[in-house]
């Protein structure tokens, strides 16, 4: 009996869409996020550590601050479907909630208290940022980025 | 009769016995009766089958006959193919591994395409405010790829008090 020439490029096809599918929990693994709590000031800091340059463009292109620092940096692993806590100050806490979509809830909390929530769907390269008015009219930012 | 005796009676036809065996089988056979009658018997059987094997003379000798086996093999032309189907035969074992990765391509770019489709409603989101003193709002920086929340405390609630709940001024603290 002769064998179809069509067989052996379809068994392989058929591997391969097999393989592709299987890889789509792989996808749904844990979400490593970068947050960086941001000070944005006009004045020039030496105490304070610069953004990297990529994040201050993003910065400098969209809000009107000259300068902005880091003051604090986490890079976090949230599993699917939990919760994480990250401390970006000593008031300030945030909440970060792995959602189907993937979308991620961000709650803000500020001294013990909820302040606000954003759910968003994340994408690689977007920056989410959440920000607000400081004394001496500087700026903070929370920056919260995917890394994998 | 004994086995023993109708064995020594057929080599003994075929002369193969010692001439001592031979002198024992012609003492037997000459006061065995039925010793006679079996070796007429086999007399008869081995004179029939030797007049009546038929003999089936070659044309040719035996290498004669082969060599001309072997050279009709080696002067065989193989078949014409028509050229319409030599065509297709030639184009189909081209057209059968590139249909082949063609799907393999096709399957794969389907599959990033899924993984990574852009959902076109990817930039909304939802803000909500948690505190009553505090408002936001939002925009998205297409240039920068960069979605915004700002939160500002309420103007009247501002205005009223300068308290230490200020939690604009307290994140960076």
Redesign the interface.
Known sequence: MSRS??R???Q??VA??LA??L??PV?AANLKLDAK?V?GSDEPSKEHKPVDPALAA?LT??FKWKHYYV?TNVVTDIPSRETRKVK?????TIEITELEGPKIEV??I??G?????????I?K???????????NK?A?F?VITQLE | MKAELELKLQAYLDGELSAGDAREVDASLAHDPEAQQLLAELRTTVGVLRDNEPLMPLPESRDFYWSKIERAIESAQPERVQPLLAFWYSLRRILVPVAGVALVLFLGIASLKVNTVSDPLAHLAEVESLSEHVSSFSFRSQSQNMFVVWLHENADEQAATDSDDDFDDAVLQ
């Open positions: 020439p069509f052996r490029p379809f392989f096809a391969l869409f592709m599918f890889a789509f996808q709590l000070w993003t292109n969209t003051i970006i100050s000593e008031p300030c709650k803000v500020g001294k208290k909820p302040v606000s929530k954003t759910v968003k769907q994408q390269g977007e920056v989410i940022t959440i920000g607000g008015d400081a004394e500087c903070w929370i």
